[in-house]
């Protein structure tokens, strides 16, 4: 079993740090501090931390005047909250003047668990994908999550980065290695972790691990499947795709989120105009989702490395 | 470095002869550009026109040449349709060419149909759907008062805006941040889009709600230059809350046939009536 670690405690550990070199970060919560993890970034910088109390809209509103008289806010609470009660707020108010504001989600996807469908939003990537200006990143693991959200910090623009709350796999190796490779996270890149010949598996979010574990499995019927970590939804790495649909025909796209308008709808849209490539989308099939263990919704809903795998083999079946 | 920096002077008869000027000038461009333009909210423009005179010509501090200047006073129109009479004053400030006026909410225009901060210089925020002004502001303030910044930060929102829950969560949150370098000003016109505020959702008592969340009140006739000015100028001298101004205003204020018409709300004025109306206004 590969070792878990939780990608908001390693958002809260890396705002501390951050916030010791750079006095122009100030973080803003909406009465969730303790479970995004910004609670640390409090207890070291009371001064500079805001909790606006459950109110998303005054939440994004705050923080667009902060940005604007030349601070650096970090924002966070659920993504379900974020997007859909801070929406018009973060178009309007941050986004449409391209304020430099980050907003952090905690939350993503059917990773909520036992909260069940009140709690999950399974459609924040497509929403905020749509915005332009917007920069979309969802990290893969705690190791990457926090190059990220370094990386935020000298990116300039509104962007919007989600991490699920579960305990995820590891995918990469302390101080951001790949087998051994030392990484450079890129805002707009994406990495290629193992070569295919056969199929390429496109995933973003602890679905890089389910496909990680998926190519693993198919090596045993021996198909060579690619598997790319999808960092930056927005600005999409296009020609990483393109360079896989090319090379191995056949391409899995693979979220914890609707297959609609996310990395599933950006990938099928970048194929089908530049070039058209069997694809098949793993994620949420139109549905609002239950509660239960993360775990067992992932198996319910169909975001296992099984799936994945069932996938390939379906897209392989599909015409070139 | 040229700082309009005025609020210190005393508010002899020459001084509001001159807010007076200005204002008509507002009104003037207000309805000329939305006639021109074909579209825009003419009346809540007139109703906010002395109250921008007094900010913009006598209140507020800030550098034409240098929107960015880190010590200006902030203003924020949060009921953003009324920014035919926000441009007028900011042209009038020397923040842009009076010529623009004209290209209001043309194609290529700096001038939006609704401000935004990253189109036209002097623009604070980006405004248009209500109720978002009052939590940028907080967030001004913040920063105000996190840099140790002398600047005030100002908010004119609508009364139909009062509707807007965020409004609220701003307000709730000023008070317990105690935020009195905040100043927000209500356009209390009594008349929202669709008809008169008490009739659609009642706002009364008003004053007390804003008491209730805190905020030190202010309850003035919007239209008389000098009690805005010295409820601008006490508003300084409160300490640890912030202040809100409810200005007692008139929608379409200025032009008979205009006033109290809830028809002028989002409907520019026809040729004819526009020279009637200038007419009016006179100047
Ligand atoms: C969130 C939102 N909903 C609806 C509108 C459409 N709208 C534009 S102006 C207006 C009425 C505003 O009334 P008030 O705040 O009293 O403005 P004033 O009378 O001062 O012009 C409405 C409903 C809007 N701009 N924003």
Redesign the interface.
Known sequence: MRPSASMREAYGRTLVELGERHPEI?VLDADLSTSTQTFLFAKRFP??F?N??V?E??L????????????L?FVSTFSVFATEKGL??FK??IA???LNVKVVVTHGGLSVGEDGASHFCLWDLAVMRSLPRTTVIVPADAVETEQAVRSLVRHRGPAFLRLPRAKTGLVYGEGYTYRGERLEFRIGGSVVLEEGEDATVLATGPMVVEALEASEALRKEGLRVGVVDVHTLKPLDERTVLEAASRTGFLVTAEDHSIFGGLGGAVAELLAERRPTPLKRVGVKDEFGKSGSWRELYEAYGLTSRHIQQAVREVRGMAR | MVVFDRKSEPHTPSLLRELEEKARTIRRDSLIMTTEAGSGHPGGSLSCADLLSVLYFHHLRYDPANPAW?GRDRFILSKGHACPALYSALSLAGFFPREWLRTLRRLGSPLQGHP???STPGV??????L??????????????R??RREYR?YVLMGDGEMDE??VW??A??ASH?RLDNLVGIVDRNRIQLDGFTEEIVGLEPLAEKWRAFGWNVVEVDGHDLRQVAEALDGAEGVKGKPTVLLARTVKGKGVSFMENQVKYHGTPLTREELERALGELGG
């Not at chain 1, 994004?60 to 601070?71: D, E, I, Q, Y």
């Not at chain 2, 907080?138 to 920063?143: Q, R, W």
């Open positions: 100030v001064e500079r805001f606006v109390g109110a809209a005054n994004m509103g705050v923080a667009a005047g902060l940005a604007s008289c030349g601070k806010p018009s707020q309007q108010s449409y003047p391209n | 880190e935004d901060s990253s604070e925020a980006s405004t248009g759907s109720g978002q002004g009052l939590s940028i502001g907080c967030g001004m303030a913040l920063a105000g996190l840099d930060v829950g965020q969560e701003a709730m949150f941040q």
